[in-house]
């Protein structure tokens, strides 16, 4: 089969089609979308949703043949590039082509990034079916695959900031999405200025990356911003390391939500369910975690640089995780969530287990998105209830959706052998190795933590007496085929993945390892398996009771005494309100950032600046001496007749003695 | 004491200052109508004198025009008079207002 293939298309053509297929899906769908706006009739809905789902079903058929025939050369590493289709900027010491590059990790998040897609837009028929911006949906949430893809897939790091800048971009209309909904304005406003923040962040540093390399006088033909170039002259990064790379890990910070910035994530997940999925696993936040991924040898550089990720990231996970604590909306919570397992990815990063937090990239793209899918079906089954107090017991009237919350919910707790448990795993195996015992604990921690918040929403949600209410629990079901087929699929993959990374202490494969082995030098990519295998097993043991019991006590406590966590807390108000509020970093944003700012406008700009100088002096001072001059010829017109002929006289003798003098 | 042009010329000015003054000062229509063909005269005495005294046969022709002309403008004059009083009831000045607008 793969050789009539070839025979067809080449293997160039077959990468530009991964990325090619979801621009086309996107236009096609905002050419009905136009097409039909604001028009009474359903339109056609069929066609939008085939294109919708066949454009991201093509780039993953086409992901897999590039995986098939690059794997097939035993010799060589699997990576292929098509070379420039144009010359994008062309200087006499800079010159930038569009050209796609496949490579281990390209490949692989090509890979999870159109899966994902594909799955997700199967969902979304269903999901956004009676929706009105349903052409729209289709359009931008293919747009948003194709900026992801651009980015992962892109040879030189301009390339990728543009796909990442789109990815931005097409994020805040996702998070806009509900254009009768005066609250999204200031959630994309939200979403916006970070975004913002960490594109100036990674320009910043492409800025420097160009002085470094063009003072290295190392540019080859390929280009300054090629990641190969930059990789093969990594040692000239040296002196400028620890500055690049905090560059580019704020843009990591913004994109991933991370603690100081981690405000619009919660934001995000008011957006159309599908879109949330999409931001928060495979588009928006892993982002992030790919510019630091592969950009990998300049971290490595500077410790102090590895060090501060590790500590953010550390932070984020354990904070956030609290946040999700405390939050009632279920998908606020799994907002939460998705912050605290990029802080687990970002402290596998600061250890230099850049392969962990590759992996751990991937099975959380994988359990988020069936987390943030089956609540997404259970909030649609009770007619929009977020609350997951006011929900519970759906578990009996929908079970497919109950068992897929509960199996991602144990990978996200890290219960054996999902896959979130061999990701974790080797983040923990690979911390507690390099001797990092502090981000050990840290990731230990927000392990029980996220177990406990999970189960809880699980607990809540799909077990106990219900809360709903006996009229509408008798109309809770389970929601649309595409919805359910969606959620079987992911149940699948998210029990099977972490079969891909078995580490070899567990007498695994260690495939992913393996696999990213050749971008990730192997001396900062895995610890030494000789002889430490003793300590992986007792740990992954511990770390399984550890979330288990979390996990289990989470469910009963939710499922059955509910009553209970309320009373705790009550007893300790104080921390409940701190964490309920997010540590209140709106407020603390608000005071340092927003009111300043606010008073700056008003009062320099607007009342000092505007209303004074410009409107007073300058536009009300012209018409006012213009008024002066009218009111002085106005009071000559007194309309007397003698008046007038006065002037006549006067002006007669002025001119006389003109012409007389 | 021999008529001279300046004496012709002194007298046109006075009777002209005696017409325009009377135009300001006076608050009745028809007595400024008076006033301006008293103006009339005083540009008719100084056309005529000059006429003489340059032994020039257009002053008096422009004389004649003139006469004409104030003829017809005092037809004018008082006819607008007429229409003004018959509609406003008054011919005093300081009533009529409606050149301002």
Request: aromatic share 10%; charged share 10%; hydrophobic share 60%.
């Amino acid at each position: 089969m793969l050789e009539t293939i070839y025979s067809r298309v080449s293997l160039q053509a077959m990468i530009w089609l991964v990325v090619a297929l979801p621009l086309a899906g996107a236009l096609i769908n905002a050419a009905i979308a136009a097409a039909h706006w604001r028009s009474e009739s359903p339109g056609p809905r069929g066609f939008a949703s085939l294109v919708g789902i066949a454009a991201p079903m093509g780039s993953l058929a086409a992901s897999i043949v590039l995986f098939l025939t690059l794997t097939g050369f035993d010799a060589t590493s699997p990576s292929a590039i098509t070379g420039p289709l144009f010359r994008w900027v062309a200087l006499p010491n800079l010159f930038v082509d569009v050209g796609l590059k496949v490579d281990e990790l390209s490949l692989a998040m090509a890979l999870t990034v159109s899966a994902m897609a594909l799955l997700v837009h199967i969902y979304s028929v269903g999901d956004m079916w009676g929706e009105e911006g349903f052409f729209r949906f289709f359009s931008l949430s293919n747009l948003i695959v194709f900026f992801m893809l651009l980015a992962v897939l892109a040879d030189n790091l301009v390339l990728a900031i543009i796909g990442s800048g789109g990815v931005g971009v097409v994020s805040c209309a996702l998070t806009g999405f509900r254009l009768d909904d005066p609250g999204s304005t200031k959630r994309m406003l939200k979403l916006f200025v970070p975004g913002a923040l960490g594109d100036a962040c990674i320009l910043a540093a492409a800025f420097m990356i160009f002085g470094v390399m063009s003072a290295a006088e190392a540019a080859p033909a390929s280009g300054i911003f090629s990641f190969e170039t930059m990789e093969r002259n990594a040692v000239y990064f040296m002196p400028m390391a620890t500055t690049i790379a905090l560059l580019i890990f704020g843009n990591a910070i913004a994109k991933s939500g991370q603690i100081p910035l981690h405000l619009w994530l919660p934001e995000s997940a008011l957006a159309p369910i599908p879109a949330f999925a999409l931001m928060s696993t495979v588009t928006t936040a892993a982002l992030g975690l790919y510019f630091v991924i592969r950009l990998n040898f300049i971290f490595t550089l500077s410790h102090t640089a590895m060090l501060v990720v590790g500590a953010i990231g550390a932070a984020s996970a354990i904070i956030a995780a609290t946040m999700a604590l405390a939050e009632r909306d279920i998908r606020k919570i799994l907002a939460f969530s998705t912050a605290s397992q990029f802080g687990l990815m970002y402290l596998a990063v600061g250890i230099g287990a850049f392969i962990g937090a590759a992996f751990h990239l991937i099975t959380h793209a994988l359990f988020k998105c069936l987390l943030i899918l089956a609540a997404g079906s259970a909030i649609k089954a009770t007619s929009g209830e977020c609350d997951i107090m006011a929900m519970g017991g759906l578990k009996r009237r929908m079970p497919v959706t109950g068992w897929a919350f509960v199996i991602s919910a144990a990978a996200l707790a890290g219960i054996a052998p999902l896959s979130g448990f061999m990701s974790v795993q080797s983040i923990l195996g690979e911390a507690f190795e390099r001797g990092q015992v502090l981000l050990w604990v840290c990731g230990f921690a927000t392990l029980g933590i996220g177990a406990f918040y999970i189960f809880r929403a699980a607990g809540a949600m799909f077990f106990g007496d219900s809360a709903l209410g006996a009229a509408k629990y008798k109309r809770v079901t389970e929601p649309t085929m595409s919805m359910v087929l969606a959620s079987m699929i992911l149940m699948t993959l998210v029990a099977a993945a972490g079969f891909l990374g078995v580490p070899q202490c567990f007498h695994g494969q260690d495939r992913i390892g393996v696999w990213l082995g050749g971008i990730i030098p192997s001396e900062v990519g895995r610890a030494s398996v000789d002889g430490a295998c003793g300590n992986w097993i007792v740990l992954a043991a511990v770390s399984l009771l550890w979330s288990a019991h979390f996990a289990v006590l989470g469910w009963l406590i939710y499922a059955q005494k509910r009553d209970w966590a309320a009373r705790v807390a009550r007893r300790i108000k104080p921390i409940t309100v701190l964490v309920s509020r997010g540590y209140f970093f709106d407020e603390i944003y608000s005071f340092i950032l927003v009111k300043p700012f606010m008073w700056f406008s008003n009062v320099i700009v607007r009342q000092g600046i505007d209303r004074t100088a410009v409107d007073g002096i300058a536009t009300d001072g012209a018409a006012r001496s213009l008024g002066l001059v009218a009111a002085l010829a106005q009071a000559a017109q007194t309309g007397v007749l003698y008046h007038y002929m006065l002037y006549f006289l006067i002006g007669a003798i002025a001119i006389i003695a003109l012409v007389a003098l | 004491m021999t008529l001279t042009l300046q004496h012709v010329l002194i007298f046109s000015v006075a009777l002209f200052s005696i017409g325009a003054a009377g135009a300001c000062v006076r608050r009745n229509m028809l007595m400024m109508l008076i006033s301006i063909q008293i103006m009339f005269s005083a540009s008719v005495v100084a056309m005529a004198g000059f006429s003489r005294w340059n032994l020039l046969p257009e002053g008096n022709a422009a004389t004649f025009f003139i006469i004409a002309i104030a003829a017809a403008e005092a037809a004018v004059g008082l006819a607008l008079l007429l229409a003004v009083f018959t509609r406003c009831g008054t011919l005093h000045a300081d009533e009529m207002k409606l050149l301002k607008d």
